[in-house]
């Protein structure tokens, strides 16, 4: 069955720490890829997108994300993070065939910046 | 800005009861959603709707029904509530070729 793991259920790190989220997905085709995240209290939000191009997709709010197809990987980035980012963040795919927004969801990771 | 407005924010329910969650769009969008968040699951797709009277599964359908009579109104049908119902339910639309969902701020049923 096709899936999305999200490899850390909860990540807790200091302001300023670099962070890594990682994603993998099972689909073997063409996929769409995103990152959604939602704010405490706030509802879901897109973070960023890949659907072609180059692998390195940049967001909002200094988020980045690298597909790696060989990997079947779309790991989400940030070089320092404030305590503004404290959210819970989903990553999800669209494997070909599927209609627009039919998605698959990660489990989600939650984090947590420590001031 | 593209708003998704679901009608309640909490709701209590008894077992057994017929349920309607409610779901408006206001910018023209074709498709809509419904997903439920649980703690641990992420998000699961109940039903979606790519058209006015059209409908289709999503991976988790058993117990739930929809109903989309206008374009800017979408429907989530308990037609007998259960406790492993309770849960976040989202509503979503998106517009044909964007590939990005606009979310509600989300119905949290809880079934007694």
């Known amino acids: 069955a096709q899936s999305v793991s999200q490899h850390n259920h909860h990540v807790i790190l200091s302001e300023a720490a670099s962070l890594e989220l990682g994603c993998n997905y099972s689909?073997?085709?063409?996929?769409?890829l995103f990152w959604y995240v939602q704010y405490p209290g706030q509802h879901l939000q897109l973070l960023l997108k890949?659907?072609?191009?180059?692998?390195l997709v940049k967001g909002i709010k200094g988020f980045e994300a690298e597909f790696i197809k060989s990997k079947f990987s779309f790991n989400l980035r940030k070089p320092s993070v404030q305590w503004s980012d404290t959210a819970e963040y989903f990553c999800?795919?669209?494997?070909?065939?599927?209609?627009?927004?039919?998605?698959?969801f990660g489990k989600g990771t939650k984090l947590s910046v420590k001031p | 800005d593209v708003k998704v407005t679901q009608s309640s924010r909490y709701l209590v329910k008894r077992t057994g009861e017929k349920v309607f969650l409610e779901c408006v769009q206001d910018?023209?969008?074709?498709?809509m959603f419904w997903y439920r968040q649980d703690p641990g699951l992420g998000l699961r797709l109940i039903y979606f709707?790519?058209?006015?009277?059209?409908?289709e599964k999503g991976d988790i359908p058993e117990g739930y029904s929809v109903s989309r009579e206008k374009k800017e109104r979408f429907s989530l049908i308990l037609e007998s509530a259960s406790t492993n119902q309770t849960s976040m339910y989202l509503c979503?639309?998106?517009?044909?070729?964007?590939?990005?969902?606009?979310f509600g701020s989300g119905t949290r049923l809880t079934v007694v």
């Open positions: 999800a795919v669209s494997p070909f065939g599927r209609s627009q927004g039919n998605l698959i």
């Open positions: 689909y073997g085709g063409t996929v769409n």
């Open positions: 890949y659907f072609s191009g180059d692998p």
């Open positions: 910018m023209d969008h074709e498709n």
């Open positions: 709707s790519y058209d006015v009277k059209m409908k």
């Open positions: 979503a639309s998106i517009r044909e070729g964007t590939g990005t969902l606009t």
